[in-house]
Structure formats: structure tokens, C-alpha cells
């Protein structure tokens, strides 16, 4: 199979290889596939107080086309925020990278990916506003 | 050194120069029907077609009236599986043979389990072997045919076909063997083997593609197949269809070539392939070999790299031509059925390449292919989730994966 020219881009010069602390609260991480199915991705996404991505990570096992995609997510999330980077669509990463049907699953995983780390992000939020509550109670 | 360097011998073989210079002159000039029995064309395109039976028959050590030349060795596992079957339908109806086959002879015995008959697929151990206890148990009055492959076009694994086919003759059950892979690469002697049939492919030995051959044993016992291809008769009338005369004129070269060569060949590839093999798992850690560490042919390597998808690996490699039993390779999106078979998890089934070398293969390309494995493994574990999970000492196991 034949590769797009931006995807073997993605491939050759993957975007926002790393990890950040992943216990860190302004961290949200998004992990998501399973290595029996041959993909997994591992989104991560810096926020701050304002609910604006500042910086994101990404490391995944896959195909070629799968790091692409989430290498794409990282470039596009960042400087967005949380509720404008739920609105990134797989099919947006399918048209941007000219995925062929069969891959269609690895923008599916990235579009995952993203809504894992956002809820991560979240969850983590919540549990900090219910300490303050408890603290402020007490 | 020229680039991209071909490393999937076990797909298909170049075709040797030698052949090709043996095949031309069949193109234009001798192109006669080698039927045609009232003039000097197809005098010749006979002579020759004869001639490159010999070739045949001594690469396997079986007599020239034993070879049926046919299209290719999904024809002749076709031929073999299926003739047999209606042929000895009043003696039985039950074939026995083995998960890892190729498809030609899985999806010919499921063909027939669709019309009544009974197929057993035995399964493998850890190296792709076939146990024999498993065979003698399965045998009933009713097995007419047992076919196992020679060896695996996946994992090189080479089968027990002597002690198999000893069994079959025990029994009286006629005995196939699928040699794609092992004719011209190892030594095959039917006799020997104690098979009865037996399947091979040009392209497979450096001789075009779209011609092969079925070798069926004349004596003791003569085997008898109903055709699947009916029409004027050839090839003693298990095969009609006008000989391909040029095609089968480079399969006998090849097959010439291979017998001459083969002492000489092997002991090169396997330094080639033991090298590359001792090469990558000194310079990569958490790499392993599919199928027996040693029992496999000359040219094969088959390696998971553990935490790297194949895919990928694949277009890391992108100037060296292997291939990967991950299913991200295949139309299907399942991984190797052969690996799963030996009981590979799948996630080391995506992890797989296969590395096939052949006669034209050179120590410099298998030095740089070395380089370029251990570049991409490097750099995709840098950029493998797994790999890092791994290297802080989480078992990936213990990890409720969200599968999609």
C-alpha cells in the first residue's frame, strides 16, 4: 500500500514525541487501542487555568498511519481548548492525511485518544475542587 | 549496492538470469505446441518440454513421467487435494492435514468438507511442528489422503515428512506434501519422503511465475487423480490445457540450476541469515524468533520485536522489501494465522517481520538491512507506549486495555 506524502512526513518527523508527568494535575492522559490489536496511543495534553491546550505529547505503537494521526492531533490541539478540541472530528484527520478506508480506525483511535485525555483532565479537576470543598469545610 | 534491496524470498524469487536466456528463444522462435505431433515445431517444443521434466523429476528424485506440469502450486495443491478426493471417494472421505498449510490447501479442503467430506486440521507445537501421536490418532479406515506442507512459508519450519509419510504408508493413506518452499532449497527425494504427491512452484527457485509442477507417484502405489481441469487430455489426462512450453522450459533450469547449486547456496544464505539474526539480537533487546530456533530453511528468518508494530517497522525499512505477519499488513486486519498457531500472543504476531534471503541476496546488503532494522526498532521504541510502560516495569498484561 501507498502512503500519503503526509503521512510519511508524520512518520519520518513525528510531531510532539515525549511524555509529561502523567500524576501532574494541569495533565490530562489520554491511553487508549490495545497492543492485541496491533495499536495503541498514548495522548497527553498540558491545560491551563483558562481550559487552553498549552502543550501536548503523544506516543504510540502502530502503524505508520497511526502515529501520523496522533501525531496530527497533537499539532492540532494545541493552543485550542478543551471544548474546541473535542470538536476534532476523525474524519478531519482522514481528509487531512488521505487515509485509505482501512485505516480509517487509527483517526477513530486519535479522536479517541484526545476525548480519554480530556476526561482524565477532568476527572483530575473534579477530585481537586471536592479536596478544596473538604478543606474549606474543615 | 543497489537500493531497495529485495529480502522476501519466500513471496517470490527472481528469475535467474541463466533461466531467462534458457526461456527466450521459446518466446519467438520454438514457440510450437509441444501436442502438435506432424512437424518439427512441436517436435521441439516437446523435446524441450521433456528435457526440463528430467530437470524436474531429478531435483526430487522421481522419474520423468512422475511430473505433472501445471500453472503454479496453488494449481498443483488443488490438483492433488481435490483429484484425490473424487478419485478415492468409495474408499473414504477423510483428509487429514494442518493448520499452518498454505491457503491453497486449507481452502481446497474446506471446499470439500463442503461436499461431504471430513477434514482433520491437526494443530502445531511452539516451533510450527506437527506432533506425530496427533496424526496416528486421527488416521481412521476412512483417511484417504494426508497432506502437510514441507516446510512454512511463514516461519521455515521444516516438517517430519519422512516420519509422516512412513505413517500414511502404514496405513495405506496416500501422502501430499506442499514443497514450495523446500524444493531447490533443502534436499527433497520422494522416496526417501515416502510422499505420493507432491506440489512445486517456479518462481519459488528463480524460474517464472505462473508455471509449477505436481509430482504423482507411478508406483507403489499408483496414484490416480480425477483432473479439475478437463479438456484435450494432457499431462496423461490429469492436466488438460496446451503446454506452457516456455514457462515450463525455465522451471526445468531452475530446477537444473537449483539441484547443481544447492550444496554450494545453502551453506552461503544460512552464513547470511545467521548472521543476521546473531547481528539483531545482540544490538536489540526483547526481540524472538517465530518457529524453531534451528529445524528451518537456509533463508529464513522470522522475529517479533516486541513493543514495535510491523507496520511501521515495515515502512522504517522502507529500501529493504520484507514482510510482517501483522495483520495492519493484511487485507484482513488479522494477524498471521500461522503465528497464532504456534501459540505467538497477538501482540508479538503484529510485532513480526520476515526476512527471506535468497541466491542474490550479498553480506553487504544483509549488513545494511542489520543497520536499518536496529535504527527503526530504536527509533520506534522511542516512540512506543508499550516500550516505555515496559521500561517503568508495568506488565502489559496486567493492563485493561480499551480493545476497539
Known amino acids: ?138 | 549496492m543497489k537500493l531497495p534491496i529485495y529480502m522476501d524470498n519466500h513471496a517470490t524469487t527472481p528469475v535467474d538470469p541463466r533461466v531467462f536466456e534458457a526461456m527466450k528463444p521459446y518466446f519467438t522462435e520454438i514457440f510450437g505446441n509441444a501436442a502438435s505431433r506432424n512437424h518439427s515445431f512441436g517436435w521441439q517444443a516437446e523435446e524441450a518440454v521433456e528435457t526440463a521434466r528430467k530437470h524436474v523429476a531429478k531435483l526430487i528424485g522421481a522419474t520423468a513421467k512422475e511430473i505433472v506440469f501445471t500453472s503454479g502450486a496453488t494449481e498443483s495443491n488443488n490438483l492433488a487435494i481435490k483429484g484425490v478426493a473424487e478419485m478415492y471417494q468409495e474408499k473414504g472421505n477423510h483428509i487429514i492435514t494442518v493448520v499452518t498449510e498454505h491457503k491453497a490447501v486449507l481452502d481446497s479442503c474446506k471446499h470439500l468438507e463442503k461436499q461431504g467430506c471430513r477434514v482433520t486440521y491437526l494443530p502445531v507445537d511452539r516451533y510450527g511442528l506437527v506432533n506425530l501421536d496427533d496424526l496416528r490418532k486421527v488416521i481412521t479406515d476412512k483417511t484417504i489422503l494426508i497432506s502437510v506442507m514441507m516446510a512454512n512459508n511463514e516461519i521455515g519450519v521444516i516438517q517430519p515428512i519422512k516420519e509422516i509419510g512412513q505413517i500414511a504408508r502404514e496405513h495405506k493413506v496416500l501422502m501430499h506434501t506442499d514443497a514450495v518452499q523446500a524444493a531447490g532449497k533443502i534436499p527433497v527425494n520422494v522416496d526417501d519422503l515416502n510422499v505420493d504427491l507432491l506440489s512445486i512452484s517456479a518462481h519459488k527457485m528463480y524460474g517464472p511465475k505462473g508455471v509449477g509442477a505436481l509430482y504423482v507417484r507411478r508406483k507403489n502405489p499408483r496414484v490416480m487423480l480425477s483432473p479439475i481441469i478437463d479438456g484435450g487430455g494432457h499431462e496423461r489426462g490429469m492436466r488438460s490445457g496446451t503446454l506452457n512450453v516456455t514457462g515450463i522450459v525455465g522451471l526445468g533450469k531452475a530446477a537444473e540450476l537449483a539441484y547443481l547449486e544447492m550444496p554450494e547456496e545453502t551453506k552461503r544464505i544460512t552464513h547470511l541469515r545467521d548472521k543476521l539474526q546473531k547481528s539483531i539480537f545482540a544490538q536489540i533487546p526483547e526481540v524472538f524468533i517465530n518457529g524453531h530456533p534451528t529445524n528451518r530453511l537456509p533463508g529464513n528468518l522470522n522475529i517479533s520485536f516486541a513493543y514495535v508494530e510491523g507496520e511501521s517497522l515495515l515502512m522504517g525499512l522502507s529500501d529493504v522489501a520484507v514482510s510482517s505477519g501483522s495483520a495492519c499488513t493484511s487485507a484482513s486486519l488479522e494477524p498471521s494465522y500461522v503465528l497464532k498457531a504456534l501459540g505467538v500472543g497477538e501482540e508479538l504476531a503484529h510485532s513480526s517481520l520476515r526476512f527471506g534471503l535468497g541466491r542474490f541476496n550479498t553480506e553487504e546488503e544483509v549488513d545494511f538491512t542489520i543497520k536499518k532494522v536496529v535504527q527503526a526498532v530504536n527509533k520506534l521504541r522511542e516512540l512506543s507506549p508499550l516500550w516505555e510502560m515496559f521500561q517503568e516495569g508495568i506488565d502489559l498484561k496486567t493492563v485493561t486495555w480499551a480493545a476497539h
Open chain 1, 1 to 138: 500500500m501507498a502512503y500519503s506524502d503526509k503521512v510519511i512526513d508524520h512518520y519520518n518527523n513525528p510531531r510532539n514525541v515525549g511524555s509529561f508527568d502523567k500524576s501532574a494535575t494541569d495533565i490530562g492522559t489520554g491511553l487508549v487501542g490495545a497492543p492485541e490489536c496491533g495499536d495503541v496511543m498514548k495522548l497527553q495534553l498540558k491545560i491551563n487555568k483558562e481550559g487552553v491546550i498549552e502543550d501536548a505529547k503523544f506516543k504510540t505503537f502502530g502503524c505508520g498511519s497511526a502515529i501520523a494521526s496522533s501525531s496530527l492531533a497533537t499539532e492540532w490541539v494545541k493552543g485550542k481548548t478543551v471544548d474546541e478540541a473535542l470538536q476534532i472530528k476523525n474524519t478531519d484527520i482522514v481528509r487531512e492525511l488521505n487515509l485509505p478506508p482501512i485505516k480509517i480506525h487509527c483517526s477513530v483511535l486519535a479522536e479517541d485518544a484526545i476525548k480519554s485525555a480530556v476526561a482524565d483532565y477532568r476527572k483530575k479537576q473534579e477530585s481537586l475542587v471536592k479536596e478544596e470543598v473538604l478543606q474549606t469545610i474543615s
